[in-house]
């Protein structure tokens, strides 16, 4: 099929735009009349596919260069979806365009493929509705974008990261935790698919570069009041974030809890210390920061003994009986926890007893660790549907994780299955694993 032009002019970015603009608050049946269009279970992409054929006239196909190319703009939608908190969120990354391992090892990121491809993006977002055909989806915004100039400092870094990694020959090693932006996606038919790469004999899967979800849901979001960005000085703009981030912890390393909290006038409360990491980002107390959501960052603080074991195991939110006993793992709550980054705010005890101020590491659990952590969940899971959710998984069972109490007191409790309700439980990580993994990041 050739290429046929709709109600605007192709080589006129502001042309585009307006009929574009068309399309917000419209579904694609609406605005095109058509009444069939694949199965999205079947072929991946079928609202995007439909956009750039039946409403702009363009022939779908993997373009090198710019789908409006002059107009210089590229061509994106991006669905949303409604979490369980009502909020809308992006319902998966963003990609960019397919990663060349033979080539990309002689780009610089200011010049490189990924930077021509994103330069000038049309943004169509539409919230997706499972039950919903693709033609009904109903188009939230369509927006020339690109990345932000703030960015750009953490995407290189990210950029970087991966480049050296197929620079070194170790393509096969690339994972999407390497990243906190910008990452290396696996873009292939399936998982067995291999592809060449230019300094090893071992072939790597095949990845395309794509923005993280949560950088999206952030994108989304920017003009919402709720996020607040952490300002940057003149000299800081080429830093990226955990730099940006030590350079704003270090005038306070060696402080402790209290004395804290009486600079930056602090109130003692259950959250102190999380009041006190946002008053040093200079962040208000009821906003959340931009970079963190951007990231998908959790921060968290954690008091070590002088030992350098943790004070306490860390907690994630109590879990759903029912919901355990219906989920695997690989859709749990529990694995998209671990697969989070998370920031660690140490605090290490003194001599005298007291906790200072004393690093801040970036963690995300390595993906070697998960199936550990899977196994605890299953015993969980198991215990569940035995009707003996009451029995918990012991930290001496599993190197990783365990099970425990999380309610107020043992009258918090919760229905399951195939039992009496039992107190609320949650997934903890182990005192020892979190020290072995704290000394291993400090270690790089």
Same mark, same amino acid.
Not at 2 to 9: L, N, S, T
Not at 51 to 56: G, I, N, T, V, W
Not at 114 to 130: D, G
């Given at each position: ?58 022939t ?8 409006f ?9 991006t ?33 490189s493929?990924?930077m ?24 939230? !915004? ?18 970087e990261?991966?480049?050296n ?9 690339i ?19 291999r592809?060449?790469q230019?300094y ?24 919402i ?5 952490? !300002?940057?000085?003149?000299?800081e ?11 704003r912890f ?53 008091r ?7 004070k ?101 409790t919760?229905?399951?299955p ?9 997934f ?5 694993y ?9 270690r790089?």
């Amino acid at each position: 099929m050739d290429e046929i032009w709709h109600d605007y002019d192709p080589s006129d970015a502001d042309s585009i735009l307006e009929y574009a603009g068309r399309l917000t608050g419209k579904t694609l049946r609406e605005v095109t009349g058509l009444e069939v269009i694949d199965d999205p279970h079947k072929r991946r992409g079928a609202f995007g596919n439909a956009l750039e054929e039946y409403y702009f006239g363009l022939t779908p196909n993997s373009r090198s260069t710019a789908d409006f190319d002059g107009a210089g703009l590229e061509l994106k939608s991006t669905p949303l979806k409604v979490n369980k908190s009502g909020e809308l969120s992006a319902k998966e990354r963003l990609v960019i365009t397919q990663i060349n391992y033979m080539t990309v090892v002689d780009e610089d990121f200011e010049h490189s493929h990924l930077m021509e491809k994103a330069k000038s993006i049309l943004l169509v977002t539409y919230l997706y509705e499972p039950d919903k055909s693709p033609l009904d989806y109903v188009i939230k !915004s369509a927006v020339r974008w690109g990345f932000p100039e703030k960015d750009l400092p953490q995407i290189k870094q990210d950029w970087e990261t991966v480049v050296n990694k197929v620079r070194s020959g170790h393509a096969e090693e690339i994972s999407g935790g390497d990243t906190l932006y910008l990452e290396a996606c696996t873009k292939a038919k399936d998982s067995s698919v291999r592809t060449p790469q230019p300094y090893s004999e071992v072939q790597a899967k095949p990845r395309a570069w794509a923005l993280k979800a949560s950088y999206m849901t952030a994108v989304q979001r920017r003009i919402i009041d709720d996020l607040q960005s952490i !300002s940057r000085d003149a000299d800081e703009k080429s830093l990226g974030l955990l730099e940006l981030l030590r350079k704003r912890f270090a005038p306070f390393f060696g402080m402790t809890e209290g004395e804290l909290a009486a600079h930056f006038d602090v109130s003692r409360s259950k959250n102190r210390c999380a009041r006190i990491t946002k008053r040093i980002l200079g962040i208000a107390e009821d906003s959340e920061v931009e970079e963190f959501a951007k990231a998908g960052i959790t921060p968290k603080t954690l008091r070590l003994k002088r030992s350098g074991r943790p004070k306490e195991a860390l907690s994630f939110p109590a879990f759903n009986y029912y919901d355990l006993a219906a989920r695997g793992f690989e859709e749990s709550d529990f694995r998209n926890y671990l697969t989070q980054k998370y920031l660690f705010v140490l605090y290490r005890e003194d001599e005298a007893g007291e906790y200072r101020l004393r690093d801040i590491v970036f963690w995300q659990m390595p993906e070697e660790d998960l199936a550990e952590a899977g196994r605890c969940y299953d015993q969980m899971r198991d215990n569940v549907r035995k009707g003996r959710a009451d029995i918990s998984v012991r930290s001496s069972e599993n190197r990783c994780c365990h099970v425990r109490p999380h309610g107020r007191d043992s009258r918090d409790t919760a229905p399951q299955p195939y039992g009496i309700p039992v107190v609320k439980k949650c997934f903890w990580l182990n005192q020892a694993y979190l020290q072995e993994e704290i000394d291993r990041v400090l270690r790089n």
